[in-house]
């Protein structure tokens, strides 16, 4: 390999190593504000969010073996049939 083919596979190497250190910092930096307008809209008990979900959660079935008294699953008062 020649020098200067070498050294330009180097600055590719370089620019693509900055470039995926910018979007991580991108992301996490909209994460973090994402996150800080959410606890703010909380707090100011907002009913509109300008915010998006910090997180979710997918219930993947119904069905459930226990009886927990304040869930609509442990009381068996689903208007939904049971199911996975
Ligand atoms: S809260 Fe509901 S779903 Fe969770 S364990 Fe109790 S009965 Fe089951």
Not at 22 to 28: I, L, Q, V
Not at 58 to 82: A, E, F, H, M, Y
């Amino acid at each position: 390999m020649s020098e200067r083919l070498f050294k330009m596979r180097k600055i590719k190497e370089k620019i693509h190593s900055l470039l995926s250190k910018h979007r991580a910092k991108t992301a996490a930096h909209r994460k973090r504000k994402n996150s800080k307008l959410n606890q703010q809209e909380f707090d100011d008990k907002k009913i509109v969010l300008k915010s998006v979900p910090t997180t979710y959660a997918i219930g993947v079935t119904n069905i459930c073996q226990l009886r927990c008294p304040l869930c609509i699953s442990g009381r068996r008062q689903q208007d939904k049939k049971l199911s996975i």
